[in-house]
């Protein structure tokens, strides 16, 4: 197992530095990427594979059509860039990792469901996301249906849902060809889909809400691209997105614990 660690560092740290590099991490989100991958291969190579393949396909998905997506969402994301950072590498990658340290610790297959629903969830939410904004239309709030600006949270799109769909079969799928459990994968596939709602009933309930007194728009940044602070007009002043992404994984690695127990 040490070795394994050994390997895990030096191979998450020359990935992080390879997409630091390619400007798809901040400096910050590769020292986060290099933490989650060492964790991960320690775990298992299974666990670096399936990490490797989520981070891969998700950051090819964002830079596809990068500019028209800043284009459409500028002045509503909190960070619209394809540049991530800590915060965001952690919210997605933090509950996969620790499911994978319980692994290595018990080897009790629940937290294989509960890590592959994780990063399903992750995989469902960031496709939705960026595919929702690129190929969708206008998105629609999931819990009033009304129409919204695209990128704001809590709005979904039929090509949204789609996206979503493909990247908790994505994940699933690679849990199946590294030959984790069918139950594993099934598990991870439907608590993949249920993270991702979830995540978007919170983006439209509890996530904080912002307004630009000079521009009249609603944003998720703090200090709007006109350079004038938001006031929070509905929601919770501390949920940010980042937080609701956290909420949604671990919700995936919840409701995937449970699928996979009940069908034990």
């Known amino acids: 197992m040490m070795l394994r660690l050994v390997i895990g560092a030096a191979l998450a740290a020359i990935v992080a530095a390879a997409a630091a590099r390619a400007r798809l991490l901040s400096v910050t989100g590769a020292v986060a990427a290099t933490v989650i991958g060492t964790a991960a291969v320690t775990a298992g190579w299974s666990w670096g594979i399936v990490l490797v393949v989520f981070f891969a396909l998700t950051s090819a998905l964002s830079a596809y059509g990068a500019e028209r997506k800043r284009a459409l969402t500028r002045g509503i994301l909190a960070k619209g860039s394809t540049l991530r950072d800590a915060t965001q590498v952690i919210s997605n990658g933090e509950v996969f990792a620790a499911a994978g340290i319980l692994w290595l610790a018990t080897g009790d297959p629940l937290f294989l469901a509960a890590g592959g629903g994780a990063i399903a969830a992750a995989a469902a939410d960031s496709w939705a996301t960026e595919i929702g904004i690129a190929l969708g239309g206008e998105p629609r709030s999931i819990i009033s249906w009304t129409p919204m600006t695209r990128g704001t949270s809590g709005g979904v799109t039929i090509a949204g849902f789609a996206g979503a769909a493909a990247g908790a079969i994505a994940m699933a799928g690679t849990m199946l060809v590294i030959g984790w459990p069918r139950a594993v994968a099934v598990a991870a596939l439907f608590a993949g889909m249920l993270g991702m709602i979830i995540d978007s009933v919170l983006g439209a309930t509890l996530q904080a809400r ?34 609701v992404n956290m909420l949604a994984t671990l919700s995936g690695a919840v409701i995937a614990g449970i699928l996979f127990v009940a069908g034990a």
């Open 210 to 243: 912002l307004f630009c007194p000079d521009c009249g728009t609603e944003t998720e940044q703090p200090v709007h691209h006109c350079g004038r602070a938001t006031q929070v007009i509905r929601g919770v002043r501390w949920m940010d997105n980042d937080l």
